[in-house]
Nanobody, 125 residues
Framework: QVQLVESGGGSVQAGGSLRLSCTASGRTFSRNTMGWFRQAPGKEREFVATITWSGDNTSYLDSVKGRFIISRDSTKNTVYLQMNSLKPEDTAVYYC??????????????????WGQGTQVTVSS
């Protein structure tokens, strides 16, 4: 089992930045592909970003490319999502997820085996 705890959410004005953190516990973390998803009110949960265990491979939702950066520090069992140039449409609950695969990126909810409880991000115009 892997337990995931997100932090770093909050309220910010458009154009601002936030950094989300997701800390894992419970078993070896470094061999998991990690992902960030988000869910806005009334919408489906959508993929935002993913990173392999080595950190060498990443992928992003088109609308966040160039603004968001996913990274990880396996020594701290933590994955990050740096969010810059935030827009009101980025408002959502953001979820961290872990996959029982070290090498394959994951773009869908069903690719992941463990989930955090979510952290709210609110961007005002």
């Amino acid at each position: 089992q892997v337990q995931l705890v997100e932090s770093g959410g909050g309220s910010v004005q458009a154009g601002g930045s936030l950094r989300l953190s997701c800390t894992a516990s419970g078993r070896t973390f470094s061999r998991n592909t990690m992902g960030w998803f988000r869910q806005a009110p009334g919408k489906e949960r959508e993929f935002v970003a993913t990173i392999t265990w080595s950190g060498d491979n990443t992928s992003y939702l088109d609308s966040v490319k160039g603004r968001f950066i996913i990274s990880r520090d396996s020594t701290k069992n933590t994955v990050y999502l740096q969010m810059n140039s935030l827009k009101p449409e980025d408002t959502a609950v953001y979820y961290c997820a872990a996959r029982n695969s070290a090498y394959r990126l994951g773009y869908e909810r069903r690719n992941y085996d463990y989930w955090g409880q979510g952290t709210q991000v609110t961007v005002s115009s």
